[in-house]
C-alpha cells in the first residue's frame, strides 16, 4: 500500500495531536523539528498555538537532542532559558573540521 503526501501529513498530524493531548499535564512541551516550514514544523506549531505550555524548535541537531535529555534528570526552574541553552549547544556544535599537519613530524597518526 503506497500512501500519498496528504495522508501521511494527516497521519503525521494525528499523531503529533495525541502526543500534545497526552502530555498536556505536563509543566511545559518542548519540540525539536528539523527544519522551519518543513511539515513536521509547521504541525508542531499549529498545534502549540492551542497548548500554551509549549515550545516548537527548529533546526535540531544531536546534540541538542542529547542536551535535552541528559538535563531531564535535574529540575528546571526557568523553561525559557532551559530552550535557549539548549539552542546555543547546538549552536555551538556546527563548524567544519581543517585537518592541520603537525610541521616537522613524520609520525602520520598525529594532526587529529
Avoid: W
Avoid at 500500500?1 to 500534545?20: D, Y
Avoid at 546555543?88 to 603537525?102: C, M, P
Amino acid at each position: 500500500m503506497i500512501l500519498n503526501r496528504e495522508v501521511l501529513i494527516l497521519i503525521l498530524k494525528m499523531r503529533l495531536g495525541k502526543a500534545f493531548d497526552k502530555l498536556a499535564s505536563c509543566s511545559h512541551i518542548v519540540v525539536l523539528t528539523d527544519l522551519m516550514g518543513g511539515t513536521p514544523f509547521k504541525t508542531s506549531a499549529m498545534l502549540s498555538v492551542e497548548h500554551k505550555n509549549s515550545t516548537v524548535t527548529y533546526g535540531a541537531n544531536l546534540p541538542m537532542v542529547l542536551e535535552l535529555c541528559m538535563s531531564m534528570a535535574d529540575p528546571i526552574n526557568d523553561i525559557e532559558d532551559f530552550i535557549d541553552k539548549t539552542i546555543q549547544i547546538g549552536k555551538e556544535q556546527i563548524n567544519k573540521f581543517v585537518f592541520d599537519k603537525v610541521q616537522g613530524s613524520n609520525n602520520e597518526d598525529e594532526g587529529i
